[in-house]
């Protein structure tokens, strides 16, 4: 196996959907043979906001059941829920005390959620620091990321060099990756946006039934040019459709002048793709304790790399070392 370390993380606010297999299940799986991966289910970054805490539990088991049905194979790439791994919660205050309050302050997610007033928590302003200490507690080389993540990226890249500089080399510098396999979903109501997790009538979740497929896809939005083909500025509805089905069937579609036509072999392709995903989920979900094992040995897997990276940060800022 290849010594290039790779992370990707999901956060266990919404149901995974077809974005997130297209974009980034799917290039993961792909990799699994030639890359040290690791999955991150990352709860503690849903508790940035108000929350229900019964729900957070149920969608970090439900998605962690939902990656093994979709083929993460968990003896080449561990699932880790995010708290399981306490490591990640000492270096993220250790890397606080190597971050300014403005470059925390600057994220755009932070200045977008915290400009209406109100209440803010203060983890949505530091968050951006945890993310950084779950990718440079596991070494990581390459992160796969989208341009909505670039600058939280260029946040642990940019902690990581001063670090090294200040203290010496403590932290491998990650870089970020565009998987080739990669594929960009669109909302299906609104293909202006990215497919989402918790908004937007347009998505398709990985385990919504054949009815509901069909129904999302039917209702997409597209135009009145009735021409179809490729055109993201014109036709950015069209576009998406063929991008989905050239994702999932891997073909261009039959008929250039029939939006309807369109829409149900995009409806069939999403369906041959999500119905083995739908029966080996009901198949794991009967057993969650067996998922709840593999949660564990995922964390046992990534822990004395993650303690050895502690070790290390806490020796370069001159803490006194003990016996752990």
Known sequence: ???????????????????????????????????????????????????????????????????????VDPERTPIVVQSHVPEITELHYLLECATGFGEAARMIQFKEKSSGGGHVRLSLLTYPVLMAADILAHDIVQV??????????????????????????????????????????????????????????????????????RRTVARAVTDELAVVRRDPGRQPGVTNLIDILAACAGREPADPHSYGKLKREVTDAVEAVLAPIRSRHAALAGDPGHVREILAEGARQVRPRAFATVRRTRAALGLLDQDR
Do not use: C, W
């Open 144 to 213: 796969p990321v989208g341009e909505d993540q670039n600058q939280h990226l260029e946040l642990a890249r940019t902690l990581a060099t001063r670090f090294n500089a200040r203290y010496g080399r403590t932290f491998t510098v990650p870089e970020g990756v565009r998987p080739e396999a990669a594929a960009r979903v669109m909302d299906l109501a609104d293909p202006t946006t990215k497919m989402g997790k918790s908004t937007g009538t347009g998505r398709i979740a990985l385990l919504d039934p054949p009815d509901v497929v």
């Open 1 to 71: 196996m290849s010594t290039t370390r790779r992370l990707t993380g999901f956060k266990p606010t919404g149901h995974l959907h077809l974005g997130n297999l297209l974009g980034a299940l799917r290039p993961l799986i792909a990799a699994q043979d030639g890359t040290a991966s690791i999955t991150l289910i990352a709860d503690l970054h849903a508790l940035t906001l108000d929350h229900d805490p019964e729900r957070v539990r149920a969608l970090t088991l439900e998605q962690a059941t939902v990656m093994l049905a979709a083929g």
